[in-house]
């Protein structure tokens, strides 16, 4: 007979056959996981926040052999796109990157997806690839991290084509896009809704990480004259209601500012990052005649901790869309006074949308939700030939 070990209650033979057990899963889980996914390109210890890129390929495809030299091309396109947009605004930047680089090079984390590519049609697929990268990668994440997460199906006309983006308590920012073998021939100095960029569409895809960050759709100002936006309507659409063939795209101010308090930007994570509540009190518009033609709204903020920027989202009746919304910003005065100038006003009626920047790197009005879903709402008319608010 054999006597258990006193320590463990376990006899020799048990646990013999425990360790056999032990092997076998290992064994197993090496050959269920593709060699390619064994050894990420990425474990990291980085000490701020930052947008980590994942590559999440299903379990019957394997990665392009290139797919590091897209997805760095895409980094650096993005770098330049957001970083460079947030300084030409005048707003500062405290990191020269969006991505924690190991010799300039972004690593991305490659995921090895459980089930085949025809399983991953829904952008829920963002939750499966992150968890394992925390999971299976040793990953260890920062509060206000944002994940872009790039999803390869195959060769192109085969493609992932449900991108979102957005924000969830439990993994704070993130976004999802196809990965499209083609990304390691774009040409970052080429305009960002032109050629190839636009044929695998970089915009659309930036975009929805311009949602993980937190920003709602913003139109483009016919004034500026600089192409669509980042947070504008699709290309195409664009391009068919606009009448602008340039291919171009930038950061609006109203993007800039929002992102320049993102603690990615600014490469610290704020001890406090509730969201404050606002109360607005003496709100009136101010109709502006000739060139500078418009309203102006103005009022009084009142918070725990004073705002930095207001923000105003013009929602009026004859936009072709959300897409389309323009939005704009005044700085928060020490009295909590702000001043707003909707400068490309419709004389139509329609609504104000009125939200806070805090320097804590939230976005708020009403406290419990973030950046434009936590707005004040102002119904408005144009009467008279002024605009004129009304109540809700």
Same mark, same amino acid.
């Given at each position: 007979m ?12 048990h646990?013999?056959?425990?360790r ?16 390619w996914a #064994? ?21 019957d ?5 290139d ?15 957001i970083? *460079?947009?947030i300084?030409?605004?005048g707003f ?12 300039g090079m ?11 590519a025809?399983?991953?049609?829904k952008? +829920? ?5 992150i ?15 944002v ?5 390869y ?10 991108f979102r983006?957005?924000f ?12 499209d073998?083609?990304m +390691?021939?774009?040409n970052?100095?080429a ?15 930036i975009?929805e990480l @311009? ?26 659409? /664009? ?23 993102h ?9 406090d990052?509730?969201?404050i ?5 003496n ?6 005649p000739g060139?500078?033609?418009g309203?102006q709204?103005? *009022? ?11 923000v ?26 702000? #001043?707003?100038h909707v400068?490309? $006003? ?14 804590? @790197?939230?976005?708020t009005?009403?406290? #419990?939700?973030?950046? $434009?879903r936590?707005?004040?709402?102002l119904? /408005?008319?144009f009467? $008279? #030939? ?5 109540s809700?």
């Amino acid at each position: 007979m054999k006597i258990a070990d006193p320590t463990t209650g376990v006899s020799p033979r048990h646990r013999m056959l425990s360790r056999c057990c032990v092997l076998a899963g290992l064994i197993f889980f090496a050959m269920a996981v593709p060699a390619w996914a #064994q050894h990420p390109a990425a474990k990291t210890t980085a000490v701020r926040p930052t947008v980590r890129v994942i590559l999440f390929v299903p379990s019957d495809r394997r990665p392009p052999d290139d797919s590091l030299v897209g997805l760095n091309k895409v980094a650096d396109l993005t770098d330049r796109l957001i970083l *460079g947009g947030i300084r030409k605004w005048g707003f500062r930047t405290g990191e020269p990157s969006l991505f924690q680089r190991v010799n300039g090079m972004v690593r991305p984390i490659i995921v090895a997806g459980k089930m085949p590519a025809k399983h991953y049609t829904k952008p +829920s697929v963002h939750k499966e690839a992150i968890r394992s990268a925390l999971q299976q990668n040793g990953v260890i994440a920062q509060p206000h991290d944002v994940w872009w997460v790039f999803v390869y199906v195959g060769e192109p006309p085969e493609r992932y084509s449900d991108f979102r983006g957005g924000f969830s308590e439990e993994f704070g920012g993130w976004s999802v896009a196809n990965y499209d073998s083609r990304m +390691s021939r774009i040409n970052i100095d080429a305009p960002l809704a032109s050629g190839l960029n636009d044929t695998i569409a970089l915009k659309g895809t930036i975009h929805e990480l @311009g949602h993980g960050f937190g920003l709602p759709h913003i139109g483009p100002k016919s004034r500026l004259k600089r192409g669509n936006t980042l947070m504008g309507p699709i290309n195409a659409i /664009y391009r068919r209601i606009s009448g602008d063939q340039s291919g171009k795209a930038y950061i609006s101010q109203a993007s800039a500012a929002m992102l320049a308090i993102h603690p990615i930007i600014r490469g610290k994570t704020p001890s406090d990052t509730r969201l404050i509540p606002t109360k607005v009190s003496n709100a009136r518009l101010i109709s502006s005649p000739g060139a500078t033609a418009g309203f102006q709204l103005s *009022g009084r903020v009142a918070a725990e901790t004073r705002p930095l920027v207001a923000v105003v989202g013009d929602h009026h009746e004859k936009r072709p869309g959300e897409y389309w919304t323009k939005h704009y910003i005044g700085p928060v005065g020490r009295d909590g006074r702000f #001043q707003v100038h909707v400068n490309e $006003a419709v004389p139509v009626d329609g609504e104000i949308k009125l939200w806070f920047l805090f320097d804590n @790197g939230t976005m708020t009005a009403d406290g #419990q939700l973030r950046g $434009a879903r936590g707005a004040i709402t102002l119904p /408005y008319r144009f009467t $008279a #030939q002024q605009w004129q608010l009304t109540s809700p």
